[in-house]
């Protein structure tokens, strides 16, 4: 009997709670009044959070975004390299321009000194 008693009490002080929440009794509780400040505290903190967090998964999201295309702009310029490195391989120029009527060069280059005359100095 006694634990259908304290059941009821229960669900009773339950109902009570609830129905004083829905009303608005509690906001003119002076317990009410004196923890709302540190409520008020706890709720700016966690706006606060939640905000962190927003920011902080908007720059995650950014970064990946980021390294992605840094892997993309580094594989296009590992294919550009080697496209242009393949180019320019002496064999590759000299089929390309054998048309043209340019032949590879035989002898080995020779240095052409120039002497200058003396310039007369005016005085």
């Not at 009773?12 to 505290?41: N, T």
């Not at 966690?46 to 702009?73: F, V």
């Not at 000299?94 to 080995?108: N, S």
Request: net charge positive.
């Amino acid at each position: 009997m006694e634990e259908q008693e304290e059941k009821k009490e229960k669900k009773k002080k339950g109902k009570k709670g609830f129905m004083s929440v829905l009303g608005g009794k509690f906001l003119v509780r002076e317990s009410f009044a004196k923890q709302f400040p540190f409520m008020v505290y706890v709720t700016l903190l966690l706006m606060a959070i939640i905000t962190n967090t927003y920011i902080a998964e908007e720059r995650i999201r950014e970064l990946s975004k980021t390294t992605k295309q840094l892997n993309d702009l580094q594989v296009e310029y590992v294919q550009v390299k080697s496209a242009i490195m393949e180019a320019s391989k002496q064999s590759v120029l000299i089929k390309r321009l054998a048309g043209a009527g340019l032949k590879e060069a035989t002898e080995p280059v020779k240095r052409i000194d120039v002497e200058q005359p003396e310039k007369e100095e005016k005085p």
